[in-house]
């Protein structure tokens, strides 16, 4: 069973950047790769990026594209989510995924997530 453990959120103003670490452990057998998701109140969890481990591709959603880096650091089988001039529409709860079906961007393709880790930005 894999288990991830998300961290690095918190508030800043518009603008500002912080980065995200989801920590993963367990056997990734059978898993293609990862991805971050975020939810506001009230909102469906909808998908930010994702990595594919085999060829190193990156996805991104048309939100985020150009601001976020989806990164990965092999050695310590932890992934980052680097966010640059973050704006208010990106205050949500952000959740790592580890994905295990067809599609990067659909919930239904990732079978194990973490906790959720809080990022605000105020105007």
């Known amino acids: 069973q894999v288990q991830l453990v998300e961290s690095g959120g918190g508030s800043v103003q518009a603008g500002g950047s912080l980065r995200l670490s989801c920590a993963r452990s367990g056997d990734t057998f059978g898993y293609y790769g990862m991805g971050w998701f975020r939810q506001a109140p009230g909102k469906e969890r909808e998908f930010v990026a994702a990595?594919?481990?085999?060829?190193?591709?990156?996805y991104y959603a048309d939100s985020v594209r150009g601001r976020f880096t989806i990164s990965r650091d092999n050695a310590k089988g932890t992934g980052y989510l680097q966010m640059n001039n973050l704006k208010p529409e990106d205050t949500a709860v952000y959740y790592c995924?580890?994905?295990?079906?067809?599609?990067?961007?659909?919930?239904?393709?990732?079978?194990?997530w973490g906790q959720g880790t809080q990022v605000t930005v105020s105007s």
């Open positions: 995924a580890v994905r295990n079906g067809a599609y990067y961007n659909r919930r239904e393709s990732f079978g194990s």
């Open positions: 990595i594919t481990w085999s060829d190193g591709r990156l």
